[in-house]
């Protein structure tokens, strides 16, 4: 029995070991070429979900220039500055994420 068990813990390892490996692979391939890892609709789908519970938790994205960074001038550079304390990984995360899945500013 201890034998069987050993078994699948090993198996369940170089399993995840390589799935890791894969992954990592992947990613690594798509950061040299630049290009996006999955469909564009499944990120928009995250975003999505993340910013409504952001909304439902009181959080939006807003700011003293606009509430609509796609108004923003291309041609400008801008310092865009977060809230301490725990909001640069929501932010990031939950608001912010839509304009990676875009590729914005850069298109890519």
Do not use: C
């Amino acid at each position: 029995m201890a034998a069987s068990r050993r078994t699948k813990l090993l198996t369940l390892l170089a399993v995840m070991l390589s799935y890791l490996k894969a992954r990592d692979f992947v990613l690594q391939r798509a950061e040299v070429v630049g290009r996006r890892i999955g469909p564009r609709w499944l990120g928009m789908v995250a975003w999505h979900i993340l910013n409504l519970y952001s909304r439902i938790a009181g959080v939006r994205n807003i700011s003293e220039i606009s509430d609509n960074p796609d108004k923003l001038d291309p041609s400008k550079r801008y310092l865009i500055v977060w809230h301490p304390h725990g909001f640069i990984a929501w932010s990031a995360l939950f608001i912010a994420s839509r304009m990676a899945v875009l590729g914005h500013p850069h298109g890519r």
